[in-house]
């Protein structure tokens, strides 16, 4: 068995490089999921340490001195992380000449031949769905015999080998809450949205959704929801209440937790017999008759992907959802107590300076507890940019999608729709949700209702004001 390092390398201050952020950058308020996607194979191999840098203030010095005592690093990488990553490798090996590299992620799945060869200091990348390709690699089996994998072989040639199957028993998946407990401080990890401390996991992998711009169903989950039996999901709660001191919230982080709506339903009975506080992410179309069932068992909220207020635009992103539909939702959600955080996306296939106005309006109308707005970023893989390559909307000097901070960028325009005008709707559309009245006043009751509230809220508003000055310095430096 090769010593193996699993890393999460450092990068931009603040940058959230986890599989849970939709798109890899740093956030208004700093934000940080767990490294899932490297704890899981972490958990199949056995004498491995997961190192998460970026939440444990981890420095390029921190990490190479590690580099002599293992055999080989496994490095999570993302197309805005992917240059950075390649530097980090690159002093990896200089303090250790005989370690080897591997990189996983969306990135590598899609691009492995382009990762390949303009990255010489990686020696292979595990397409696709990865945990039993990394086991593979780390037991020492033949690297022509592994599916799943390109690799560099003796003579520099790029070799890519078949396919591997996706996992179809996912109860085959050690806990990745094993790994946490052994190598994070689970205290680090903070989101908005979340009461903290949380501790976030899969449950399943896979949407059925269609959603043209969606990173992970595209590149490693797919379109089919394979899933967790309930029991080995309750089973792993357990775990977490054993061994995580004063977690507050479990976070499933399943692309769609609603997909499967009589196994969310039963999840949540267990949850229920359990006493645990949870959310999930939710797509804004479940019946109140299951939003009721999941309240009454603990859950708190929902993490909502609305994306636009506009129809025409939902069509255009294959959303498979109605505008009305979701008011219904958001409404039923009020009236039965639970919080939405909702998320939008501005500068999607028919955005309009008119589609953008109409999206504030229906985010000010609905009124989600807290919302997330982000620039439409067309990653390598997706539907979204074959599209925009084609028609001439992706500027290829900004397919980095972030700056030099590792702040989102917008790497779309249209003929009428500059890059200017989106990223600049973005501010707007948060001042114009925030700074009203009833939501002013709603935010400053829950500080005077709780004191940690108080604290935490004082914190992310500065943060939110640097973020927003920092974002205006790099659209000037521009």
């Given amino acids: 068995m090769m010593r193996t390092l699993f890393l999460q390398a450092p990068s931009f201050d603040g940058f959230d490089g986890g599989a849970g952020a939709r798109y890899q950058a740093r956030r208004e308020i ?17 004498g ?34 992917f240059a950075s990553d390649v530097k980090v490798a690159e002093a990896l090996k200089a303090a250790n000449p005989s370690l080897k590299v591997g990189m996983i992620g969306a990135k590598v799945a899609v691009q492995a031949e382009e990762s390949l060869r303009d990255a010489p200091v990686v020696d292979w990348v595990a397409r696709n769905e990865f945990d039993f390709t990394v086991k593979d690699v780390a037991e020492g089996m033949d690297l022509r015999a592994i599916k799943g994998l390109s690799f560099r072989n003796r003579d520099g040639v790029l070799v890519h080998n078949e396919d591997r199957p996706v996992l179809e028993n996912m109860d085959e998946l050690p806990f990745v809450s094993e790994v946490y407990k052994r190598d994070l401080d689970y205290k680090k ?32 989950g797919g379109h089919r929801y394979r899933t967790r039996s309930v029991g080995h999901v309750l089973e792993e709660i357990r775990y977490i209440q054993a061994n ?12 769609t937790f609603t997909d499967n709506l009589p196994r969310a339903e039963e999840i949540a009975r267990g949850l229920g017999k359990l006493g645990v506080t949870w959310s999930c992410n939710a797509k804004a179309n479940v019946p109140r008759e299951s939003l009721k069932v999941m309240r009454d068992n603990g859950l ?15 069509h255009n992103i294959k959303k498979g959802m109605r505008v009305e539909v979701a008011r219904q939702f958001t409404k039923d959600c009020h009236e039965l107590g639970i919080a939405i955080h909702g998320t939008f996306i501005l500068g999607l296939p028919g955005e309009t300076k008119e589609t953008i106005e109409e999206t504030i309006r229906f985010a000010i109308e609905t009124n989600p507890h807290t919302v997330q707005v982000s620039l439409a970023a067309p990653y390598p893989g997706t539907f979204l940019y074959d599209q925009a390559a084609r028609e001439g909307w992706l500027d290829i000097a900004n397919t980095d999608y972030v700056d030099a901070h590792g702040v989102q960028i917008a790497p779309l325009h249209y003929p009428h729709l500059t890059h200017t005008e989106i990223f600049d709707s973005v501010e707007s559309f948060y001042r114009r949700f925030y700074f009203r009245v009833p939501k002013i006043a709603s935010i400053c009751g829950e500080m005077v209702r709780d004191r940690q509230m108080l604290v935490r809220r004082l914190r992310e508003g500065v943060e939110f004001f640097r973020f927003l000055k920092e974002r205006n310095a790099g659209k000037a430096a521009a």
Avoid at 30 to 46: D, E, G, M, R
Avoid at 190 to 217: A, E, M, N
């Fill in 30 to 46: 700093k934000s940080f999921w767990f490294p899932t996607w490297l704890a899981q194979p972490a958990a199949l191999v056995p």
């Fill in 48 to 81: 491995s340490k997961l190192v998460d840098a970026p939440p444990h203030d981890q420095t390029l010095a921190d990490v190479t001195a590690m580099a002599r005592d293992y055999d080989q690093v496994v490095m999570h990488t993302s197309t805005p992380s």
């Fill in 189 to 220: 990890y903070f989101i908005g949205y979340l009461k903290h401390p949380y501790v976030s996991f899969y449950t399943g992998r896979g949407c059925k959704s269609r959603c043209t711009f969606c990173l992970w169903p595209q590149t490693v």
């Fill in 244 to 255: 995580f001191p004063g977690v507050k919230e479990i976070f499933f982080d399943d692309d």
């Fill in 300 to 314: 708190r909220l929902l993490l909502v992907g609305y994306e636009s207020g506009n129809q025409q635009i939902l």
